[in-house]
């Protein structure tokens, strides 16, 4: 239970930290809670089921507030807080933000919620944690965005709010098939027929299409990850992303495995469009935060069309990828806010040269961007190897189209690379990269790498939990 | 120690060079940082030439599992038979003497220790290419060599005027590579499919001998797939725009890169799947025309260039078209042969250019060159030899290989072999037109240039003798039978046919005597010829090549590159910009956000319209509160 | 003695339109009125009429319970009337005027 309260108390201290020492003892927090999720890890049986917390009193609204983890829950922890102590330290040198105090407890709520999701066996406690997990992130965009971002923010809030709300409703719709139990077990064991299953994973399709987000519902990403701050865009992209993709895998397949075959294509379609249109559209943008923007929709639309192939390698490479595009997001948005803090703008056009004046940077530059393109060696390679693998093995030509990715990757990946660093010694100064920057940076390859070569880790601890919910699709799919 | 544990070794030591140059190489003299790469180079090629002698069978050497999930298990694990080993030798031999002459070449340069880190890294991924026991590792090296040869290519980034441009054509070499990448993920994904398996040795062991076939479509689909792949890193038709361009990268890096190791990748990994394509003869005839077209291309191209290192470029992608026309008639052993020779004369050749470039203080252009004999003796001397071995002249190393091609060539179909014959005559030609121009009529740069050529440091030009010597004698590897009625012939046939899977198993038909003595002496009557015409043509009448605007319509059509590129940008580049400029505005910003934007509007809309009932008047808000209760009164009243 | 009430000759009917007329009376004032201190005696004018009517139905089911409510509407009646008189007095020394014609404050 320590593993869920730590973030919420850190969240409530962080308030009362006197200013100087904020920024430390955030850190010191979230590395206390990478801590915590280590010694779960370490007395973690592969395939066991480890329960947190759970009661069986029938109290408002009948929750019975079970939690716990099992291979998948507890990969998603670590990562979530992985990725926080990441992005802290990411912004520990951005003063005005790392010492904000409402800006720490911002992110530890955001932790909170994100773990809550991730340990929920009760599809209430999911929702509730899910719309959780928005304040922080809306709060945090809101406070220390760019000048004009109220109208974007608006349509971000409106957007995921109406998709949430369709999820609440397939929620409702499902609670009336039990005797209103929202245990996960009780919700996986019903048996509904196809039209049922249908309108119940519209509501969750929505609510976790919006959040990923899949092709046609995309619009407010790109807008909102250039306005917010670092740390919010980082928080989207690195976090609230996987925390929909988590959800179709454990609650929408599981739930409604009887429609499967009815959204199976749409799914994959949306994802293949997704990823060659939104790689096209980031070859010629020229706002680095946007065509990483984009390139994240890419991404993640071969994660989304992978899921939807039931089998072991797909549902493990959409996890590897998922734990990998939460590392280079976090590291290609670093890149580009180091470029912005330091100049003031993300134009590429008006950049160029930055590889002379700081070579460290260009380094360290270039290997995100080598792991955002998934070259072998990197955890990214593994994630799309199983993917495009198990997608051309279920449809050759979508497997293949969707490979497209491949080489779309390198297109706007090294344009936006080049265009920034590479060229002439300009006249402008550029600091190379501090201290706790490299870092930062190092902990992202460093764990990108080793995923890369050896990613058996990852596999060995998500493949049994991966199994019983591929079991427990397949037995009610066919 | 056992072979099993020399093969990590022979690996690991280029990745230690590449690690300290890395980290601490901004600190060490240059000369340090040097001579560790190149160290560190040798002792694998010392490694490799100890396990070479000691192979018997093949070698797997287990390093760990890397994935292994229900239905798929790939490990790294390393594999040595005579065909990687002999790939090895090439790669760390002429790697070494690559890395000497880096040592001088790029002296002055201010990113040494980046350079020589990124060359061993080359050589680890090029051996985890040749040495993986896989085709998933095979598939880990041929990215690995991408991702090098664009950090070589565009090593010259931050350059005042080329920097940009450099970058662009890293980037074009790494986009079109993994063009063929991905055809070659395909051609793996179908073998998981057809045999459940990547491993070199159980796939050879289902085809061979326990005669398990994929159909004939399916076997045609992963061969071409295969070949894709081949397309993309051995620049073949229609992937082979990228190399030309890749000369921007520094000389030592195409000579290594882009012309002896590296871009035979394609060639090794049809060799190492041999017994898939003997099965799929549809994709050896597609092979075949595929390397006769790009020979033959290339060649045209190569005749009017200036550029002394795109000469050279074109000069490789044709003797690579050269090599695929004998993987097509399926002479495996005759296209390792020529890869070999072809590693020693071209690397060579482009050594050779590396030194004049850097005795012309930079100057690449040709027409600027001249007179340079005497200036620059030991350079000029070798790269004559280069050139000859290149055009085939007698008894040099690139007559027998290129003799073996038109042998097999001339065995299945005269069409081919007239057409092969262009392309070699054609390639004489470029290459006498080459040597000559710059070596022999006047220096024609400015005098202050003139002043400063000098011949290299003895690092740059040894190098350059040991290839010379190589390129001279290459041919001995594998002597026709007429030469040596005995055991000292088809030396490099015997071995590799000794224990690479699936090569004993292919009989070619080899020429008989008469024909192979004909067909050498048509060899050699056209090496000859145009020797003697480029002579004449270039040294007795000094014959300079005129400027762009003067060039005839086929010279215009040669010099400007058959007008490939601006072909693939009206095909691929501008549709997709045209693509992406729609998304954009019009999909992205105008369709899907107007949606959203609509759904605002409509809700606005309408509250516009019921807003003027609220007219602040009591009086008549109590109106509409009477009609409403007579509405209800009557509703209910009619409802009884 | 159906349709009668007690110790009356007067049957319940009249008592029924003369409250329906009163009623109406009342709610045209105020719709059609623009003097506020008339709309207000339009109001009681309802109130009464309903009051009437209260009694009159009390009577004719010989049950009391109608007749207290007649006390809480009235005790209601002059509250509002109180209420209603006192917001007159001080828009009439807001705007110097009572005509419900001129305030459209509701509107914004």
């Given at each position: 239970?320590?593993?869920?309260?730590?973030?919420?108390?850190?969240?409530?201290?962080?308030?009362?930290?006197?200013k100087s020492?904020?920024?430390?003892a955030?850190l010191l927090g979230?590395?206390a809670?990478?801590?915590?999720?280590v010694?779960h890890?370490?007395?973690f049986h592969a395939?066991?089921?480890?329960?947190?917390?759970?009661s069986?009193?029938?109290?408002?609204?009948?929750?019975?507030?079970?939690?716990?983890?099992?291979g998948?829950?507890?990969?998603?922890?670590?990562?979530t807080n992985?990725?926080v102590?990441v992005?802290?330290?990411?912004?520990?040198?951005?003063?005005?933000?790392?010492?904000?105090?409402?800006?720490?407890?911002m992110?530890f709520?955001?932790q909170?919620?994100l773990?809550?999701?991730?340990t929920s066996?009760?599809?209430?406690l999911?929702?509730?944690?899910?719309?959780?997990?928005?304040?922080?992130?809306?709060?945090?965009?809101f406070?220390?965005g760019?000048?004009d971002?109220?109208?974007?923010?608006?349509i971000?809030?409106?957007?995921?709010?109406?998709?949430?709300?369709?999820?609440?409703?397939?929620i409702?719709y499902i609670?009336t098939?039990?005797?209103?139990?929202?245990?996960?077990?009780?919700?996986?064991?019903i048996?509904?027929?196809?039209?049922t299953?249908?309108?119940?994973?519209?509501?969750?399709?929505?609510?976790?299409?919006?959040?990923?987000?899949l092709f046609?519902f995309?619009?407010?990403?790109?807008?909102?990850?250039?306005k917010?701050?670092?740390?919010?865009?980082?928080?989207?992209?690195?976090?609230?992303?996987?925390?929909?993709?988590?959800g179709?895998?454990?609650?929408?397949?599981?739930l409604?495995?009887?429609?499967?075959?009815?959204?199976?294509?749409?799914?994959i379609?949306?994802g293949?469009?997704g990823?060659?249109?939104a790689?096209v559209i980031a070859?010629?943008?020229n706002?680095l935060?946007k065509?990483?923007?984009?390139?994240?929709?890419?991404h993640?639309g071969l994660?989304?069309?992978g899921?939807?192939?039931?089998?072991?390698?797909?549902?493990t490479?959409?996890?590897?990828?998922?734990?990998?595009?939460?590392?280079?997001?976090?590291?290609?948005?670093?890149?580009?806010?180091?470029?912005?803090?330091?100049?003031?703008?993300?134009d590429?056009?008006?950049?160029?040269?930055?590889a002379?004046?700081?070579?460290?940077?260009?380094?360290w530059?270039?290997?995100?961007?080598?792991?955002?393109?998934?070259?072998?060696l990197?955890?990214?390679?593994?994630?799309?190897?199983?993917?495009?693998?198990e997608?051309?093995?279920d449809?050759?030509?979508?497997g293949?189209?969707?490979?497209?990715t491949l080489?779309?990757?390198?297109?706007?990946t090294?344009?936006?690379?080049?265009?920034?660093?590479?060229?002439?010694?300009?006249s402008?100064?550029?600091?190379?990269?501090?201290i706790t920057?490299i870092i930062?940076?190092a902990i992202?390859s460093?764990i990108v790498?080793?995923?890369?070569?050896?990613?058996?880790?990852?596999?060995?601890?998500v493949?049994?939990s991966?199994?019983?919910?591929?079991?427990?699709i397949?037995?009610?799919?066919i | 120690?056992?072979?099993?544990?020399?093969?990590?070794?022979?690996l690991?030591?280029?990745?230690?060079?590449?690690f300290?140059?890395?980290?601490?190489g901004k600190?060490?003299?240059?000369?340090?940082?040097g001579?560790l790469?190149t160290?560190?180079?040798?002792?694998?090629?010392?490694?490799?030439?100890?396990?070479?002698?000691n192979l018997d069978?093949p070698?797997?050497?287990?390093?760990?599992t890397?994935?292994d999930?229900?239905s798929?298990?790939l490990d790294a694990?390393?594999?040595a038979?005579?065909?990687?080993?002999?790939?090895?030798?090439i790669i760390t031999?002429?790697g070494?003497l690559?890395?000497l002459f880096?040592?001088?070449?790029?002296?002055?340069?201010?990113?040494?220790y980046?350079?020589?880190?990124?060359l061993?890294?080359?050589?680890?991924s090029m051996?985890?290419?040749?040495l993986?026991?896989?085709?998933?590792?095979?598939?880990f090296?041929?990215?690995?060599?991408g991702?090098?040869?664009?950090?070589?290519?565009g090593?010259?980034?931050d350059?005042?005027?080329?920097?940009l441009?450099?970058?662009?054509?890293?980037?074009?070499?790494f986009?079109?590579?993994?063009?063929?990448?991905l055809?070659l993920?395909?051609g793996?994904?179908l073998m998981?499919?057809?045999?459940?398996?990547?491993?070199?040795e159980?796939?050879?062991?289902?085809?061979l001998?326990?005669k398990?076939?994929?159909?004939g479509?399916?076997?045609?689909?992963?061969t071409?797939?295969?070949?894709?792949?081949?397309?993309?890193?051995s620049?073949q038709?229609?992937l082979?725009?990228?190399l030309?361009?890749?000369m921007?990268?520094?000389?030592?890096?195409?000579?290594l890169?882009?012309?002896?190791?590296?871009?035979t990748?394609?060639i090794?990994?049809?060799?190492?799947?041999?017994?898939?394509?003997?099965?799929?003869?549809?994709?050896r005839?597609?092979?075949?025309?595929?390397?006769?077209?790009?020979?033959?291309?290339a060649?045209?191209?190569?005749?009017?260039?200036n550029d002394?290192k795109?000469?050279?470029?074109y000069?490789?992608?044709?003797?690579?078209?050269?090599?695929f026309?004998?993987l097509?008639?399926?002479?495996?052993?005759?296209?390792?042969?020529h890869?070999?020779t072809?590693a020693?004369f071209?690397?060579l050749?482009?050594?050779?250019?590396g030194?004049?470039?850097?005795?012309m203080?930079g100057?690449?252009?040709?027409?600027?060159?001249?007179?340079?004999k005497?200036k620059?003796?030991i350079?000029?001397?070798?790269?004559l030899?280069g050139?000859?071995?290149?055009?085939?002249?007698?008894?040099?190393s690139?007559?027998y290989?290129k003799?073996?091609?038109?042998?097999y060539?001339f065995?299945?179909?005269?069409?081919?072999?007239?057409?092969?014959?262009?392309s070699?005559?054609?390639t004489?030609?470029?290459?006498?037109?080459l040597?000559?121009v710059?070596?022999?009529?006047?220096f024609r740069?400015?005098?202050?240039?003139?002043?400063h050529v000098?011949?290299?440091?003895?690092?740059?030009?040894?190098?350059l003798?040991?290839?010379a010597?190589l390129?001279?004698?290459?041919?001995?590897?594998?002597l026709?039978?007429?030469?040596?009625h005995?055991?000292?012939?088809?030396?490099?046939n015997n071995?590799?046919?000794k224990?690479?899977?699936?090569?004993?198993?292919?009989?070619?038909?080899?020429?008989?005597?008469t024909?192979?003595?004909?067909?050498?002496?048509v060899?050699?009557?056209?090496?000859l010829?145009t020797?003697?015409?480029?002579?004449?043509?270039?040294?007795?009448?000094?014959s300079?090549?005129?400027?762009?605007?003067?060039?005839?319509?086929?010279?215009?059509?040669?010099?400007k590159?058959?007008?490939?590129d601006e072909?693939?940008d009206?095909?691929?580049?501008?549709?997709i910009e045209?693509?992406?400029k729609?998304f954009?505005?019009?999909?992205?910003?105008?369709?899907?956000?107007?949606?959203?934007?609509?759904?605002?509007?409509t809700?606005?809309?309408?509250?516009?319209?019921?807003?003027?009932?609220?007219?602040?008047?009591?009086n008549?808000?109590?109106?509409w509160?009477?009609?409403?209760?007579?509405?209800?009164?009557?509703?209910y009243l009619i409802?009884? | 003695?159906?349709?009668?009430?007690?110790?009356?000759?007067?049957s319940?009917?009249?008592?029924?339109?003369l409250?329906?007329?009163?009623f109406c009376?009342?709610?045209?004032?105020?719709?059609?009125?623009r003097?506020?201190?008339?709309i207000?005696?339009?109001?009681?004018?309802?109130?009464?009429?309903?009051?009437?009517?209260?009694?009159?139905?009390s009577?004719?089911?010989?049950?009391?319970?109608g007749?207290i409510f007649?006390f809480?509407i009235?005790?209601?009646?002059?509250a509002?009337?109180?209420?209603?008189?006192?917001i007159l007095?001080?828009?009439?020394?807001?705007?110097?005027t009572?005509?419900?014609g001129?305030?459209?404050k509701?509107?914004d």
């Amino acid at each position: 239970m320590e593993l869920l309260i730590l973030p919420l108390a850190l969240s409530l201290v962080s308030l009362i930290i006197p200013k100087s020492t904020r920024r430390f003892a955030a850190l010191l927090g979230a590395l206390a809670s990478i801590v915590i999720a280590v010694v779960h890890l370490t007395s973690f049986h592969a395939g066991a089921f480890v329960e947190l917390f759970s009661s069986n009193h029938q109290t408002f609204f009948r929750m019975t507030y079970q939690m716990g983890y099992d291979g998948l829950g507890l990969a998603m922890i670590l990562l979530t807080n992985v990725i926080v102590f990441v992005i802290l330290l990411a912004n520990f040198e951005n003063v005005n933000i790392a010492s904000n105090k409402m800006f720490n407890s911002m992110v530890f709520l955001m932790q909170f919620a994100l773990l809550g999701v991730f340990t929920s066996f009760d599809l209430i406690l999911f929702y509730i944690f899910w719309e959780l997990s928005l304040i922080p992130v809306f709060l945090i965009a809101f406070w220390f965005g760019e000048k004009d971002r109220k109208r974007t923010l608006l349509i971000f809030f409106i957007y995921t709010f109406i998709g949430s709300l369709a999820m609440l409703f397939s929620i409702f719709y499902i609670g009336t098939l039990t005797t209103g139990n929202y245990d996960y077990q009780t919700l996986v064991d019903i048996e509904m027929n196809t039209k049922t299953a249908l309108v119940v994973c519209m509501g969750f399709f929505f609510a976790f299409a919006v959040k990923i987000p899949l092709f046609p519902f995309h619009t407010w990403q790109p807008e909102t990850y250039t306005k917010s701050p670092m740390a919010g865009t980082m928080l989207l992209s690195g976090l609230m992303l996987k925390m929909a993709l988590f959800g179709i895998l454990r609650w929408m397949l599981p739930l409604t495995p009887e429609a499967y075959h009815c959204y199976k294509y749409v799914i994959i379609v949306l994802g293949l469009i997704g990823v060659i249109y939104a790689a096209v559209i980031a070859m010629k943008q020229n706002d680095l935060k946007k065509i990483f923007a984009y390139a994240s929709i890419s991404h993640v639309g071969l994660i989304a069309a992978g899921l939807m192939i039931l089998s072991i390698d797909a549902f493990t490479g959409a996890v590897v990828q998922m734990v990998n595009h939460a590392f280079v997001a976090v590291g290609l948005f670093l890149a580009a806010d180091i470029i912005d803090r330091r100049l003031g703008r993300r134009d590429i056009q008006t950049l160029g040269g930055i590889a002379v004046k700081a070579p460290k940077f260009a380094f360290w530059f270039a290997v995100i961007c080598f792991a955002a393109v998934s070259v072998p060696l990197t955890s990214g390679f593994i994630g799309e190897f199983l993917l495009i693998k198990e997608l051309f093995t279920d449809n050759a030509w979508i497997g293949v189209l969707i490979g497209t990715t491949l080489i779309l990757a390198c297109v706007y990946t090294f344009r936006a690379y080049q265009l920034s660093m590479y060229g002439k010694e300009s006249s402008f100064n550029f600091n190379d990269l501090t201290i706790t920057e490299i870092i930062t940076f190092a902990i992202i390859s460093i764990i990108v790498v080793v995923f890369g070569i050896y990613p058996q880790l990852l596999i060995d601890l998500v493949k049994p939990s991966l199994e019983t919910i591929l079991m427990t699709i397949k037995e009610s799919s066919i | 120690m056992s072979i099993q544990q020399l093969l990590p070794l022979l690996l690991l030591f280029p990745l230690i060079g590449a690690f300290i140059n890395g980290t601490a190489g901004k600190k060490l003299p240059k000369i340090v940082a040097g001579s560790l790469a190149t160290l560190m180079t040798f002792v694998s090629f010392l490694i490799a030439l100890t396990i070479f002698l000691n192979l018997d069978q093949p070698v797997r050497s287990l390093l760990f599992t890397m994935i292994d999930i229900d239905s798929l298990h790939l490990d790294a694990a390393l594999y040595a038979d005579n065909l990687s080993m002999w790939m090895t030798l090439i790669i760390t031999g002429v790697g070494s003497l690559i890395h000497l002459f880096s040592m001088g070449y790029m002296s002055h340069d201010k990113g040494y220790y980046k350079f020589f880190t990124y060359l061993n890294l080359f050589i680890f991924s090029m051996l985890i290419l040749v040495l993986g026991s896989n085709y998933f590792m095979l598939f880990f090296g041929w990215e690995g060599v991408g991702i090098c040869s664009y950090l070589l290519i565009g090593f010259h980034y931050d350059d005042e005027q080329k920097g940009l441009l450099n970058g662009l054509a890293a980037r074009k070499a790494f986009i079109m590579n993994r063009i063929g990448d991905l055809g070659l993920l395909i051609g793996l994904f179908l073998m998981l499919l057809s045999f459940g398996t990547l491993e070199y040795e159980q796939v050879s062991r289902m085809v061979l001998v326990d005669k398990i076939l994929p159909n004939g479509n399916m076997l045609f689909a992963i061969t071409i797939c295969l070949f894709i792949g081949a397309t993309g890193k051995s620049a073949q038709i229609p992937l082979f725009t990228w190399l030309p361009d890749a000369m921007a990268g520094p000389t030592p890096v195409s000579a290594l890169i882009h012309a002896a190791t590296m871009v035979t990748a394609g060639i090794f990994l049809v060799v190492r799947s041999n017994y898939l394509f003997h099965y799929a003869p549809f994709t050896r005839e597609i092979i075949l025309y595929i390397g006769l077209a790009t020979s033959i291309v290339a060649a045209f191209i190569a005749l009017r260039q200036n550029d002394i290192k795109k000469v050279l470029a074109y000069s490789t992608v044709s003797q690579l078209g050269l090599i695929f026309v004998a993987l097509g008639l399926e002479a495996y052993t005759t296209a390792i042969f020529h890869v070999t020779t072809h590693a020693f004369f071209k690397a060579l050749l482009f050594l050779g250019s590396g030194s004049v470039i850097h005795a012309m203080s930079g100057e690449q252009d040709i027409r600027k060159m001249g007179g340079l004999k005497d200036k620059i003796r030991i350079t000029h001397i070798t790269f004559l030899i280069g050139t000859l071995a290149i055009s085939g002249f007698p008894l040099f190393s690139g007559f027998y290989s290129k003799d073996e091609i038109l042998g097999y060539a001339f065995g299945h179909s005269l069409t081919i072999y007239i057409l092969l014959v262009i392309s070699v005559t054609m390639t004489a030609i470029y290459m006498f037109r080459l040597y000559f121009v710059v070596f022999h009529g006047t220096f024609r740069d400015s005098k202050d240039v003139e002043h400063h050529v000098h011949e290299s440091p003895l690092s740059m030009t040894l190098p350059l003798m040991v290839l010379a010597v190589l390129s001279v004698i290459g041919g001995v590897l594998n002597l026709p039978g007429i030469f040596l009625h005995g055991s000292g012939t088809h030396f490099l046939n015997n071995l590799l046919n000794k224990n690479v899977a699936g090569l004993d198993q292919i009989h070619n038909v080899h020429p008989d005597h008469t024909t192979t003595l004909i067909l050498m002496g048509v060899a050699v009557a056209i090496c000859l010829t145009t020797l003697f015409i480029s002579s004449i043509v270039y040294k007795k009448k000094g014959s300079v090549p005129s400027e762009d605007a003067q060039l005839s319509a086929w010279e215009t059509f040669s010099n400007k590159k058959m007008y490939w590129d601006e072909l693939y940008d009206i095909l691929f580049v501008k549709p997709i910009e045209w693509f992406s400029k729609v998304f954009y505005t019009i999909v992205d910003s105008f369709i899907l956000s107007g949606i959203i934007e609509g759904v605002v509007r409509t809700v606005a809309f309408s509250g516009d319209i019921v807003r003027k009932w609220q007219t602040g008047k009591v009086n008549s808000y109590i109106l509409w509160m009477v009609f409403g209760i007579i509405g209800f009164i009557t509703y209910y009243l009619i409802k009884l | 003695m159906e349709g009668t009430l007690l110790n009356s000759g007067v049957s319940l009917q009249f008592y029924i339109i003369l409250a329906t007329i009163i009623f109406c009376i009342g709610v045209l004032g105020v719709m059609i009125r623009r003097n506020a201190i008339i709309i207000l005696m339009c109001v009681e004018l309802m109130l009464n009429a309903v009051n009437l009517l209260m009694v009159a139905f009390s009577n004719y089911h010989g049950k009391g319970d109608g007749q207290i409510f007649v006390f809480f509407i009235m005790v209601v009646a002059a509250a509002e009337a109180t209420v209603g008189l006192s917001i007159l007095v001080l828009l009439y020394r807001n705007r110097k005027t009572v005509d419900i014609g001129l305030f459209n404050k509701l509107k914004d």
